[in-house]
């Protein structure tokens, strides 16, 4: 009988463990600690080439009034992030962001924010948020992600798996179509149904509640975030899209941001 082996040595078994030994941070405001294989410099660097790339290939939005409210709701809501981190010791987690907002002309539900703070609207999204509150409302949420380093850890899970820990560097030059395909999973960046896709649910729940604090930061009324995840479960008809599948139930949802409504309302200020 043959005898079954891994496909991964022993020895990059024990350096994987030991990389997630020591390769650990905690989540500003939920204080979750999370797996982090990959530096916020590699991390910048891909993001910001990337993001380059993607406006290249992408039309950008010539409605100036839409164009200026994502443009403002970004900044306000940047804002309020560093004032947040700053005041309660995370500076250095954003300290290297490029904040950068843009709309694409592209009639998908869809929004998304890189490592760095570079986000991305899509205009078909524009029809759900409705208003500047509603489209902080997922401004605020994009922006959490990219704070609380979601994208970063779903890559090292995946670097991990399919890379056996190796650097994102190593795997850069050794298998750079590899890594960039696991670079776009992560972020979502070939995904066309929807801003949510990349995430799982604890990100999901993670990033509501940082992003009902950073909206209320910003001045805008962390209310307004129930009526939207209603109107985004809506859109889905009465089954709901695949999109939503990894994410919480629309009602699991709309408790959540229900019982953290009044821990971001004290930060709210017209």
Known sequence: MKKVTSRWPVGVFLLTAMMIAYSCSTVPITGRKQLNLVSDAEMMS???????????????????????????????????????????????????????????????????????????????????????????????????????????????????????????SVALNEKPEETKAIYMAAFGLGSQVGFMLPYSRTHETEADKMGLIFMAMAGYNPEAAVPFWERMAASGGQKPPEFLSTHPADETRVKNLQAYMPEALKYYKK
Request: aromatic share 8%; net charge negative; glycine share 8%.
């Open 46 to 168: 891909m993001s910001f080439s990337q993001y380059d790339q993607f406006l290249k290939e992408h039309k950008l939005s010539t409605n100036k009034e839409q164009t200026e409210m994502v443009k403002r709701v970004g900044k306000r809501i940047a804002a309020a992030v560093e004032k947040y981190m700053t005041d309660n010791g995370y500076a250095a987690h954003i300290k290297d962001f490029a904040w950068e907002f843009n709309l694409v002309d592209e009639d998908v539900p869809n929004a998304w924010c890189m490592p760095g703070g570079k986000v991305v609207f899509y205009t078909g999204i524009l029809p759900l948020t409705k208003d500047e509150e509603g489209l902080a409302v997922v401004m605020g949420h994009e922006i959490a992600h990219a704070v609380a380093k979601h994208g970063n850890e779903r890559m090292s899970h995946e670097m991990g798996v399919q890379m056996g820990g190796a650097a994102l």
